[in-house]
């Protein structure tokens, strides 16, 4: 019976470690929802736009790297969660995107909400299985859940999708109480990581005194890897990316001493060593490109980019042991390299107020909030300026999160409510613009937590187009470009019933505690 089916799906999602579900509604899913809820081991949130719901799943999983659900009907819902599913794929976040299907026979026959969902995702998914829940042997069923779940945490951690073809009578069993056995389920995460050991002759590269930077990217922070970064960074210049999950180590507010200066060629390092994925700063980006020093990237992940154009050689091993090697190697060596760059970034002249308007009202603001924020928060900025400014600023105890990986402004809010359901005992912040804001606005939709807040940075368009040079210097671009518009955000707060509050920056301030009493605080800048 269908229904007994689905309960023994439902059960190996809960055997692999799935708690978190965010179900958007449709008939063609509902008796897998009824399966879910019959179950009892998950927690639901319900999200309508399936855009919002994938990032928000997908935000469940960034502060910790488990996966949660997304679970939507058949047609043209599991389309809109392309967007999440690319994220998820570029930042290597895990994500488990679960789609209700009509039986093979159906699909192309003029049916309604009915496409072709078999790999839909193609190649931005990391695993794909497609089941037939009345026909198909459960036992294949099973093992297809297990082997997509285990994939989507490693070792290359991404989105995986499952589709789940239901035939009629689709609500046949869907009250059946009986609870399920647990599956059995052997699969370990764990297991899938694999264990490297250095092999690489770093001694002579450290012995023949190159100068040497080490580098690193957008990705999830292990705690054993900062106390040894924490070592590293009094021997080398550390460039820690704002989303690296290390970002209050190494070299200070380097992105902002670096902004619009030319970089003196005796910083050159010759070996620049990378982890993590790519960086945020442009002026770090385009130096190296310049420079192209000798490039190791450190990752047990077999595929890497080069955003520096150096052609890095791949050294694919465990970074903590690759760390702790390079330490101690590094230990009595005299150099000068690591002065003569905090040297050069004090030495900044740059002053955030006198920026052009709307630009310095919003990197101060953000700056104090940076500052004034613990390790109880997590501040996830959007993209656009939002993220630079955090970039340029001096890093606190909060952990600093954005959806770098494709870099759309299309789940910013969406993603950071998915950490605030998943964190109730951080306090979540998100810093977004306007554009981003109304384009994400159904994020609105459902209830949010208590510990979640939005400060919308309100320029009436898109300022990133006013700063990069290029779109700034063609007026007859920016209807089309800078999307000026004179929209206020107060009837979208009580559309939602969300507590709102709006601040004229150039003559009012907002404190902390104001933030922390509000769900979402529009900051007029321009
Ligand atoms: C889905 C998507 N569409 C378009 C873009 C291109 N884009 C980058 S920034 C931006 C404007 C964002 O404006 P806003 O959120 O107001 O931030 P501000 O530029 O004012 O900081 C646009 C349209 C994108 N990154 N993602």
């Not at 190791?296 to 690759?322: C, M």
């Not at 009595?332 to 009202?361: K, V």
């Not at 909030?369 to 300026?385: A, T, V």
Request: with cysteine.
């Amino acid at each position: 019976m269908l229904g007994k089916q689905l309960s023994i799906i439902a059960q190996n999602f809960a055997d692999c470690g799935i708690v978190d579900w965010v179900i958007s509604p449709g008939s063609r899913n509902a008796p897998i929802v009824a399966a879910l809820i019959k179950n009892r081991s998950f927690n639901f949130y319900s999200s309508p736009d399936e855009r919002s719901a994938a990032f928000t799943a997908m935000g469940m999983a960034i502060s910790n790297g488990k996966p949660a659900g997304f679970l939507c009907t058949s047609g043209s819902a599991l389309s809109n969660a392309y967007p999440a599913v690319l994220e998820s794929y570029y930042s290597r976040v895990p994500l488990l995107i679960v789609s209700a299907d009509r039986p093979e026979e159906l699909i192309d026959q003029w049916d309604g909400q009915t496409i072709r969902q078999k790999n839909f995702f193609g190649n931005y998914v990391r695993s794909f299985a497609h089941i037939n829940a009345r026909y198909d042997e459960l036992q294949n069923s099973n093992q297809n859940i297990k082997k997509c779940i285990s994939i989507s945490t490693g070792p290359i951690s991404g989105p995986v999708h499952i589709n789940i073809a239901l035939s009629e009578p689709i609500y046949e069993g869907i009250d059946d109480q009986k609870q399920i056995d647990s599956q059995n389920s052997n699969v370990n995460s764990d297991t899938l990581l694999h264990e490297y050991r250095l092999d690489y002759d770093l001694s002579s590269e450290i012995q023949s005194g190159k100068q040497i930077a080490l580098i690193i990217g957008q990705g999830f922070r292990k705690n054993d890897v900062a106390t040894v970064l924490e070592s590293l960074a009094t021997k080398i210049p550390v460039f820690a990316d704002i989303t690296s999950g290390y970002s209050e180590i190494g070299l200070t507010n380097w992105d902002w001493g670096l902004l619009k200066r030319t970089i003196p060629d005796n910083l050159k390092p010759d070996l620049i060593i990378t982890l993590g994925m790519g960086i945020i700063s442009k002026p770090l980006k385009l130096a190296m490109r310049k420079w192209s020093p000798e490039h190791l990237h450190v990752s047990e992940a077999s595929e890497i980019g080069d955003p520096f154009q150096t052609q890095p050689k791949h050294l694919p091993f465990n970074e903590i042991h690759f760390l702790r090697d390079l330490n101690k190697l590094l230990i009595g060596r005299e150099s000068n390299f690591l002065n003569n760059w905090n040297s050069f970034i004090e030495s900044q002249i740059l002053i955030a107020q006198e920026l052009p308007i709307p630009f310095n009202l919003e990197l101060c603001f953000v700056q104090d909030l940076i500052k004034n924020s613990d390790e109880n928060f997590h501040l996830h900025f959007g993209n656009s300026m939002s993220v630079r400014y955090a970039s340029w600023s001096i890093k606190g105890a909060s952990r600093i999160f954005s959806n770098r990986g494709v870099s759309g402004i299309d789940g910013c809010i969406s993603t950071a409510l998915g950490d605030a359901l998943v964190n109730p005992d951080k306090k979540i912040i998100v810093i977004a613009g306007d554009i981003t804001s109304l384009y994400d606005a159904n994020s609105f939709w459902g209830d949010w937590p208590i510990n979640f807040h939005l400060i919308i940075l309100n320029n009436h368009g898109g300022a990133i187009f006013d700063w990069i040079d290029g779109p700034n210097k063609l007026p007859d671009l920016r209807n089309f470009i800078h999307t000026p518009h004179s929209k206020s955000f107060n009837y979208l707060a009580q559309l939602h019933k969300k507590s709102f509050q709006k601040v004229e920056l150039q003559s009012q301030t907002i404190t902390l505690n104001e933030i922390l009493n509000t769900q979402v605080i529009e900051l007029v800048t321009q």
